[in-house]
């Protein structure tokens, strides 16, 4: 029998919130290490903005699979082979940005589930299994298990559909892009609008409805951020590295220059 813990999977089951922070910046593997000492329970490792590489990526997400932190990996729009990479390369999630349809959400269902749940690509020696051979189909299953499949709702079209694509089978997480939505609905950074909560109270009851997990990204206050998961919110994106480092190092300057 092959297992694969997925730690951001296991906070959702048991109910709880499930945290992780953005990796734009940092390159280095020891960041997920850090990151799980911090108390998260995933990183979403992104390959929409910023400058990591597939190379970097690997390396992080086995750091991250020996530190007991999930690495989720972003692809941009409609990359699926670079999703599958990332798979191939140690990821226990997919983050798809802009889903617009249920049709889009079928198809990143079928290109990320091995047989007979997809049709991805079989290959041996996973990260994800210690690189140990096993049984292929004990492996296919254990990964279509333990993985995430999120797909990110970021304009008002996606919204309206919100109810269709949750009732896709095998989307985990249904997660707002908050600053994309906002952009997009003609009130770019009011990630706190009316319409904005709006939306997330449409795709609360979607995820309700089909019993899917709901995501949150783009809300930095810690007000908002409370509200939304009073909302339904479980799956919080909840900074992003830079933003932390730059808090961090502020708070300490200026506490230092207050000594004089």
């Given at each position: 029998m092959v297992t694969i813990v997925n730690q951001a999977r296991a906070r959702l089951e048991a109910g709880e919130i499930s945290v992780g922070l953005g990796i734009r910046l940092a390159r280095t593997s020891d960041i997920a290490t850090m990151m799980r000492t911090a108390g998260m329970d995933w990183l979403f490792i992104d390959l929409e903005h910023g400058p990591l590489t597939l190379d970097q990526t690997a390396q992080i997400s086995v750091a991250?699979?020996?530190?007991?932190?999930?690495?989720?990996?972003?692809?941009?729009?409609?990359?699926?082979?670079?999703?599958?990479?990332?798979?191939?390369?140690?990821?226990?999630?997919?983050?798809?940005?802009?889903?617009?349809?249920?049709?889009?959400?079928?198809?990143?269902?079928?290109?990320?589930?091995?047989?007979?749940?997809?049709?991805?690509?079989?290959?041996?020696?996973?990260?994800?299994?210690?690189?140990?051979?096993?049984?292929?189909?004990?492996?296919?299953?254990?990964?279509?298990?333990?993985?995430?499949?999120?797909?990110?709702?970021?304009?008002?079209?996606?919204?309206?559909?919100?109810?269709?694509?949750?009732?896709?089978?095998?989307?985990?997480?249904?997660?707002?892009?908050?600053?994309?939505?906002?952009?997009?609905?003609?009130i770019p950074g009011e990630v706190g609008h009316d319409r904005i909560v709006a939306n997330y109270e449409t795709v609360a009851t979607a995820c309700k409805?089909?019993?899917?997990?709901?995501?949150?990204?783009?809300?930095?206050?810690?007000?908002?951020?409370?509200?939304?998961?009073?909302?339904?919110?479980?799956?919080?994106l909840a900074g992003q590295d830079m933003s932390v480092l730059i808090a961090g190092a502020s708070s300490i300057a200026n506490r230092v220059r207050g000594y004089s």
């Open positions: 991250a699979l020996s530190a007991g932190i999930a690495p989720l990996v972003r692809v941009p729009k409609g990359e699926m082979a670079m999703a599958t990479r990332a798979l191939d390369g140690g990821a226990l999630g997919i983050i798809m940005p802009s889903c617009e349809s249920a049709e889009e959400a079928r198809e990143i269902v079928d290109r990320l589930h091995y047989p007979p749940e997809g049709h991805r690509s079989v290959v041996g020696g996973l990260p994800q299994v210690g690189f140990r051979s096993a049984p292929m189909g004990d492996v296919a299953k254990a990964m279509n298990d333990a993985m995430l499949v999120i797909v990110m709702l970021e304009t008002p079209h996606a919204i309206e559909n919100a109810d269709e694509i949750a009732a896709v089978e095998g989307i985990d997480v249904v997660m707002i892009g908050t600053n994309d939505l906002s952009a997009a609905s003609g409805k089909y019993g899917k997990w709901m995501g949150m990204g783009g809300v930095p206050s810690p007000e908002l951020q409370e509200k939304y998961i009073s909302i339904g919110v479980r799956f919080v």
